[in-house]
Structures are given as C-alpha cells and as structure tokens.
C-alpha cells in the first residue's frame, strides 16, 4: 500500500512536490491508455486526491498499528482518562529521521486546549 510521505519536504529537497506531479501524470498516462497499474493506494490518499473527507477509520489502511494505538485506543477511553493522559489539540513531529522539532498546533492555540471526550473526533 502506497502514500506519500509527509517528510518528503526534508527528504527530497524543495523540489520535491515535482515528483507527486510526475507520479500523476504517469498514472493519467497510464489510464489514458487502458494500462493497469499494478499498485494499492491507501484509502486516505484516494480520497483526498477524488476530493472527499478523510476520516480518522482511513488510517487504518495507511497504518493498522497506529490506528489501533491512536485511534482506537482513544476512543475506548473513558471521560477520567482523558484527563490523566493531558493530551492538547497539538501534535509531536519528531521520528528517527526527522530528529526532534518544535510541536505544532493542531488548530489555533491548540496547546492550551485539552482533549475531551466532547472534542475527541476533532482531534482525531
């Protein structure tokens, strides 16, 4: 299953958005001419380029593990549980390759807002 990385920024230089448009216009050639292209798009990356909403439940064809440790998980939670965990509407990029970054906000003045169980599918 195939999408593209968020990193690709980083990873493959200022030009990288040159290779999404390369790529697509390879599979409209591709379609154009009746010729199968033997790849699986994630569903979240199939709906955002047809334009449709993007639900949290699509992460689970990008990444099962996530999803059951994100998503999932969350939503299994109770009201209590929320509390203890202090989660904020702002999100921790830092991986192995990307090193440490700054949190970003996942919505203005995302940090001092917490998570609920009222608001959780907006955080999702």
């Known amino acids: 299953t ?3 990385n968020q990193d690709s920024a980083v990873l493959a230089g200022p ?8 790529l ?3 599979c409209g050639l591709a379609l154009y001419h009746r010729e199968p292209i033997d790849v699986r798009w994630t569903d979240s990356f199939v709906k955002a380029i047809m334009g449709m909403s993007v639900v ?3 992460l689970e064809s ?3 593990e996530l999803h059951a440790n994100k998503v999932a998980y969350l939503r299994g939670l109770g009201a209590d549980d ?5 989660l904020t509407f702002e999100d921790d990029p830092s991986n192995a390759q990307m090193g ?3 949190s970003i906000p996942l ?4 940090a001092e807002i917490g998570v609920t169980d009222d608001n959780l599918e907006e955080y999702l």
């Open 24 to 26: 697509g216009r390879i």
């Open 2 to 4: 195939k999408h593209p």
């Open 62 to 64: 990008a990444d099962p």
């Open 107 to 110: 919505k203005e003045r995302g």
């Open 100 to 102: 440490n970054q700054a």
């Open 56 to 58: 949290p439940d699509d």
């Open 15 to 22: 030009d990288h958005l040159s290779y999404f448009a390369l």
């Open 82 to 86: 929320f509390a203890a965990l202090c």
